[in-house]
């Protein structure tokens, strides 16, 4: 069922604001996500903060994490040993606000009015509730939040009581440790949610407190991880706290103390977080130097929110992507932007969650989601983030080259899902054997070098992301009788079809990263080995069906028995309702897998070649994956389908905010907002790269008056704006940005943009006519390919 986009009243359209101006219980767990606050290091839940009003609070920290022993039913060689999974870190978002001796809450309370935002603009949260008393007052609170970006640690909460007669009031500001408390482990039904530890997780080393100041120091159970925090409170009234009570689990400041009519009382709470590994310095410490350090990060509420506005008003000026004439789709649209931002901003040199920092979901772990998903957006728009995400990989080459070893094959072996670098994936047929991750490393490594003109990247990083990956690629397949170079034992992105031969993603994947390999210069490479890349990437195969005239996902994809459409909706997602066997026998697709190598090597294959693989492919994609939406929407555009591509697109920017695979409640799905920028950028103002210039061949839909978004290209920032029936670039001048003229193809013209605007006209593509099959193989969407 649709939340935001089926209810305006609740959640009226506003272009830079995410609304909700009635509550209505039932939908804690969703909205905690959308109103999530997060720079990339740390995240905040957008719970309310009154205990009992939340469903799934809290908070966390990227990369901060807990480690156990995978306990395998059976075991065999190479398989996933350590468990990884984020941790909850100790929660500063709790208030318990009482007025004349009663508890104010959503759940118990009478309100008289609620409205809450998080403003995509200025990234503040902010809440406002009047309430009706049983003592007769008439109560009003406003609590406002924000995260550092320059303090990337801090977090800064503020809480206003005000009243129309004098009030008594109790005030309790809490942190609570939310993951040592006992809850549901809802993975047991569901694998894509978070599971939990059995035993305590966090171990209090540091615990200090007095006049409304806390200083607290946690280590992690196995993983040996170290967490602290400082808080620090400020009041606009005179006087101390009450009390200041400090424990392992849950401490607090508390304010008693009288309001008097028509008079605010303020109170600001101001936190900084401090993570570190353990070292032989800390075994004597207790945490204490690492609370000091938190304590000395520590800056005042109105700087939080002084930095978080202004990264906001930098980002905007280069990030944003406008979209004429459909305000409800362009909510949406900065809405999936600013999680973007949430999610990679200050990330530094780490991975991007598949949820961000918003939910538990996924564990906490990095999956080729950021490479192929995130790195497009983060390449064009910061390409710095870029960077640092690529160097993380970087930086899990030793163990890559180990988990390499241990799975028979050269060079460097990239962990399915990971935190610390090492194999997290417990399945297998679903993890490990999606071997295509190294190709998607190797091509966003390609992409980030070819969009930005980083002139050291190649020799600090790329050369190494390349080499160590192909060297992977060639040892793992082999030439077969027929002289072609097969891969075989593979499972490629769509999870419904798992251990198979030459998937055809997985093959045109490592024939570029084996071709981008083999063109470096480069002195670890030896002519032998240089031959050998060539010879496998121009001999790769790449399984074809003559009868059907279509690529096959994989050698035996064809002659699988194709899936019963008759199921019914409550059967979806397959992998929650039937035994993976069963699955893997029948032709139905989780998500894109031809058409996504289709997108990505646009290159290597013909406008008739695509547009078969998407009559055939789309009609058999049951989209339980997330990730597939956009890409089909990109190829829907590409081929001429606007109709289609339109209602993929739309399909995909709603994913979270109509919680339509029921399960926002873990976090934002990152990687499919990615998606929805290239669904911008790639699909409706069909943008390729990595060719000999910038292409753009655009598919504004019919409905659109416009789409305009700028680029990072080279130095420069390109502007591009889109109107029916032309389009128009420019170079921006000025903030350091290179005014060097820059070729583009736009179709087939070749242009030379400066910073005079320059304007292509645009002639209308045609619908093409749909393919036809001639088997019984499924080719029911057809109708909806005319559509």
Same mark, same amino acid.
């Given at each position: 069922m649709a939340l935001i986009s089926s209810d305006r009243l609740r959640f009226p359209c506003e272009p830079w604001k995410l609304v909700e101006s009635i509550h209505v219980p039932g939908d804690e767990g969703t909205l905690e996500t959308l109103f999530a606050l997060g720079n990339g290091h740390l995240g905040v839940r957008g719970a309310h903060s009154t205990r009992?009003?939340?469903?799934?609070?809290?908070? @966390?920290? &990227?990369?901060? /994490?807990?480690?156990?022993?995978?306990?395998?039913?059976?075991?065999?060689?190479?398989?996933?040993?350590?468990?990884?999974?984020?941790?909850?870190?100790?929660?500063?978002? &709790?208030?318990?606000?009482?007025?004349?001796?009663?508890?104010?809450?959503?759940?118990?309370?009478?309100?008289?009015?609620?409205?809450?935002?998080?403003?995509?603009?200025?990234?503040?949260?902010?809440?406002t509730t009047t309430w009706a008393c049983r003592s007769g007052a008439t109560v009003t609170t406003?609590?406002?939040?924000?995260?550092?970006?320059?303090?990337?640690?801090?977090?800064?909460?503020?809480?206003?009581?005000?009243?129309?007669?004098?009030?008594?009031? %109790?005030?309790?500001?809490?942190?609570?440790?939310?993951?040592?408390?006992? =809850?549901?482990?809802?993975?047991?039904?569901?694998?894509?949610?978070s599971g939990r530890h059995a035993g305590r997780v966090l171990l209090p080393l540091h615990l200090q407190g007095a006049d409304g100041s806390l200083r607290l120091a946690w280590e992690t159970s196995e993983s040996r991880q170290r967490i602290a925090m400082a808080v620090d409170h400020w009041i606009s009234a005179e006087g101390q706290p009450f009390e200041t009570v400090v424990a392992e689990d849950e401490s607090s400041v508390r304010y008693v103390l009288a309001i008097n009519s028509g008079e605010a009382f303020r109170l600001e709470k101001t936190v900084s977080y401090v993570v570190a590994g353990r070292t032989l310095a800390d075994?004597?410490?207790?945490?204490?130097?690492?609370?000091?350090?938190?304590?000395? &990060?520590?800056?005042?509420?109105?700087e939080i929110l002084a930095q978080s506005q202004a990264h906001y008003s930098?980002?905007?000026?280069?990030?944003? =992507?406008?979209?004429?004439?459909?305000?409800?789709?362009?909510?949406?649209?900065?809405?999936?932007?600013?999680?973007?931002?949430?999610?990679?901003?200050?990330?530094?040199?780490?991975?991007?969650?598949?949820?961000?920092?918003?939910?538990?979901g996924y564990e906490g772990h990095y999956f080729w989601d950021q490479e192929v998903y995130l790195l497009p957006y983060l390449t064009y728009t910061n390409p710095d983030g870029a960077r640092k995400v690529l160097e993380s990989r970087h930086a899990m080459l030793p163990d890559a080259r180990v988990r390499a070893k241990e799975l028979s094959v050269d060079g460097a072996l990239f962990p399915w899902r990971t935190i610390n670098g090492l194999e997290a994936s417990a399945y297998y047929a679903a993890g490990t054997a999606q071997f295509h991750i190294a190709a998607a490393i190797a091509f966003a490594a390609n992409r980030y070098e070819w969009a930005s003109g980083d002139a050291s990247f190649r020799a600090d990083i790329g050369a190494d992301l390349l080499i160590e990956t192909?060297?992977?690629?060639?040892?793992?397949?082999? @030439? *077969?009788? %027929?002289?072609? @170079? /097969?891969?075989?034992?593979?499972?490629?992105?769509?999870?419904?079809?798992?251990?198979?031969?030459?998937?055809?993603?997985?093959?045109?994947?490592?024939? @570029? &990263?084996?071709?981008?390999?083999?063109?470096?210069?480069?002195?670890?490479?030896?002519?032998?080995e240089r031959l050998v890349w060539r010879q496998a990437a121009e001999r790769m195969s790449l399984p074809y069906d003559p009868h059907l005239e279509v690529f096959s996902q994989d050698n035996d994809f064809m002659t699988l028995e194709p899936w019963d459409w008759n199921t019914p909706k409550s059967k979806y997602p397959l992998l929650l309702n039937f035994h993976p066997l069963v699955i893997y026998r029948h032709q139905v697709?989780?998500?894109?897998?031809?058409?996504?190598?289709?997108f990505l090597q646009w290159q290597d294959f013909s406008a008739e070649e695509k547009q078969r693989a998407f009559d055939f492919y789309d009609p058999i994609t049951t989209g339980d994956s997330t990730l597939s939406a956009c890409v089909q929407g990109i190829m829907a555009a590409e081929v001429g389908y606007g109709d289609v591509a339109l209602k993929h697109f739309t399909e995909a920017l709603f994913i979270d905010l109509d919680n339509s695979h029921g399960n926002t409640i873990d976090g934002v /799905?990152?990687?499919?907002?990615?998606?929805?920028?290239?669904?911008?950028?790639? *699909?409706?103002?069909?943008?390729?790269?990595q060719g000999e210039v910038l292409r753009f061949d655009p598919r504004l839909p019919v409905e659109w008056e416009g789409l305009s978004f700028r680029l990072k290209v080279r130095g420069r920032l390109l502007s591009v704006e889109l109107v029916q029936g032309s389009i128009a670039l420019a170079l921006v001048s000025g903030s350091g940005y290179s005014d060097e003229p820059l070729l583009i193809r736009v179709r087939d013209h070749d242009v030379t943009v400066s910073a005079d605007t320059i304007t292509v006209p645009l002639d209308t593509v045609p619908v093409p006519p749909p393919s036809i099959f001639p088997s019984v193989f499924p080719t029911a969407g057809l109708p909806i390919v005319r559509a």
């Open positions: 009992g009003d939340g469903e799934l609070p809290g908070t @966390f920290i &990227n990369g901060f /994490h807990e480690i156990w022993d995978i306990k395998h039913a059976e075991n065999a060689y190479g398989f996933a040993r350590t468990g990884q999974r984020i941790v909850y870190v100790p929660d500063a978002n &709790n208030f318990t606000v009482s007025i004349d001796g009663e508890p104010l809450s959503l759940a118990e309370s009478t309100v008289l009015d609620y409205h809450r935002s998080v403003d995509f603009s200025t990234g503040v949260y902010e809440e406003l609590e406002r939040r924000a995260v550092g970006f320059d303090s990337r640690g801090c977090l800064g909460l503020e809480l206003s009581v005000s009243a129309d007669r004098d009030v008594s009031a %109790d005030i309790v500001s809490g942190v609570v440790n939310r993951q040592d408390q006992p =809850v549901e482990d809802h993975s047991v039904h569901d694998p894509r949610r075994d004597d410490d207790g945490g204490e130097s690492l609370a000091a350090d938190a304590e000395a &990060n520590l800056v005042p509420f109105s930098q980002y905007w000026t280069t990030a944003d =992507v406008a979209i004429g004439g459909q305000p409800e789709l362009q909510q949406a649209v900065r809405w999936a932007l600013f999680q973007l931002a949430q999610a990679t901003a200050r990330a530094g040199v780490a991975g991007i969650p598949a949820k961000g920092v918003s939910g538990s192909a060297r992977m690629w060639v040892s793992l397949g082999f @030439f *077969g009788k %027929d002289g072609l @170079f /097969h891969i075989h034992g593979v499972t490629g992105p769509d999870e419904y079809t798992a251990v198979v031969n030459d998937n055809l993603y997985t093959n045109v994947m490592a024939r @570029f &990263n084996l071709r981008a390999a083999a063109a470096l210069e480069h002195e670890g490479i030896a002519d032998t697709l989780k998500q894109a897998d031809t058409v996504l190598a289709m /799905h990152i990687a499919s907002t990615g998606g929805i920028w290239s669904s911008l950028v790639c *699909g409706f103002a069909g943008m390729r790269d």
